[in-house]
């Protein structure tokens, strides 16, 4: 079985991933970490994890990471930073969910994945990468439409626009041979909308886990793809499906277009 830790096991994410893992008969749950200081350390949650798993719940991945195979880590951008040079140092493979990463911090990932198998993606469901492959297609086919993105999250969410919403448009202007500037929200009298851009347009409220929509408008008609994740299972299972396959994998930079649609040489 391939084994696991998990970065922020006590919060939403990672408590789905690991219940989710748990009930896999290819993995095992091995491991979690919760952050020296968080409110979760020393809570009832924490203390039963501790005595469920085969390692108790740790303030840092440096003591468990040589009894992973893969680490499943959808914390924060520093954290995830931090995590990723244990996982280099350990030659251990990673699995991030992690958005909100400034382009110097890529760069840092682009470059432990020369030493060792990395995921990463702003999206780890099927439906979203799904998505991304049919904006393409879509803005292959109407490319004179003006393109909007409209995503919606719950009221804790700390990054803006997601890290979804902008690959859309990464994706939308990886087709177009002219390509569209993305404007995050528009305010004040700001004139018509210019037909060299993407609208991207951020939601903050209540429960919701995410939404996405992708509406080309033109003459006389308007397309709308949507996206709607029902709970944080779909992004789970998702980072699970990702591990699984990036357990054999030499190392390198993947994404979930890789984990769901790359054929096999």
Not at 20 to 32: K, S, V
Not at 58 to 81: E, G, R, Y
Not at 149 to 155: C, P, Q, S, T
Not at 205 to 227: C, K, Q, S, Y
Request: aromatic share 4%.
């Amino acid at each position: 079985m391939i084994k696991i830790a998990v970065i922020g096991i006590g919060g939403k994410m990672g408590s789905r991933i690991a219940s989710l893992c748990t009930a896999d008969p290819a993995l095992e749950l091995i491991a979690g970490t919760e952050a020296k200081g968080h409110p979760l350390i020393g809570s009832s949650k924490i203390q039963a994890l501790s005595r469920e798993l085969p390692n108790p719940v740790a303030d840092s991945l440096d003591s468990i990471i040589s009894k992973a195979d893969i680490v499943i880590d959808f914390s924060t951008t520093a954290s995830t930073l931090t995590n990723l040079a244990v996982a280099l140092k350990a030659k251990k493979a990673i699995v991030i969910g992690t958005t909100g990463f400034k382009e110097n911090e890529i760069k840092a990932i682009e470059k432990a994945s020369k030493e060792i198998p990395v995921v990463l993606s702003p999206n780890m469901s099927v439906g979203v990468n799904l998505l991304f492959k049919l904006v393409k297609e879509t803005a292959k086919v109407i490319p004179g439409y003006d393109i909007e993105i409209i995503e919606a999250h719950h009221n804790q969410k700390k990054d803006a626009p997601s890290g979804t919403a902008l690959k859309l448009a990464e994706e939308i202007n990886s087709v177009l041979d002219e390509k569209l500037n993305v404007v995050t929200g528009r305010d004040g009298l700001c004139g018509p909308r210019k037909k060299n851009e993407i609208g991207v347009l951020a939601v903050r409220a209540g429960d919701i886990v995410g939404d996405h929509t992708v509406m080309f408008a033109g003459p006389a008609e308007r397309l709308e793809l949507i996206h709607r994740a029902h709970s944080r299972d779909a992004l789970a299972g998702g980072a699970l499906c990702a591990a699984k396959w990036l357990a054999d994998k030499k190392p390198g930079l993947y994404n979930m277009q890789d984990v769901l649609f790359k054929e096999e040489n």
